[in-house]
Nanobody, 125 residues
Framework: QVQLVESGGGLVQAGGSLRLSCLASGRTFDIVTMGWFRQAPGKEREFIAAIALGRGSTYYANSMKGRFTISRDNAKTTGYLQMNSLKPEDTALYYC??????????????????WGQGTQVTVSS
């Protein structure tokens, strides 16, 4: 089993930045890809980005390019999502997920086996 623990969410003013973290533990050899998603009230869960934990290759949703950056640490067990120039419309519950999909096509939530609990990001105007 794999456990994912997220942290780093909070309240930030428009234009500010946050860095979310996702620590993976347990049978981490069962995961090769980590992704980030967000879900705002009344909306579908939205893909943000994915990273191949082994090589660090990344893939972004087109709408997320520029302001958001996904990365992982050298131990390949902690993923990060750096969010800059935040806007009120970025307000959502942010989730990390992990599994074995190919990172460059891992855009569907159904492709991931493990999920964090979510961390709330609220951007005030």
């Amino acid at each position: 089993q794999v456990q994912l623990v997220e942290s780093g969410g909070g309240l930030v003013q428009a234009g500010g930045s946050l860095r979310l973290s996702c620590l993976a533990s347990g049978r981490t050899f069962d995961i090769v890809t980590m992704g980030w998603f967000r879900q705002a009230p009344g909306k579908e869960r939205e893909f943000i980005a994915a990273i191949a934990l082994g090589r660090g290759s990344t893939y972004y949703a087109n709408s997320m390019k520029g302001r958001f950056t996904i990365s992982r640490d050298n131990a390949k067990t902690t993923g990060y999502l750096q969010m800059n120039s935040l806007k009120p419309e970025d307000t959502a519950l942010y989730y990390c997920a992990a599994g074995r999909p190919y990172y460059a096509s891992a855009v569907s939530p159904s492709l991931y086996n493990y999920w964090g609990q979510g961390t709330q990001v609220t951007v005030s105007s």
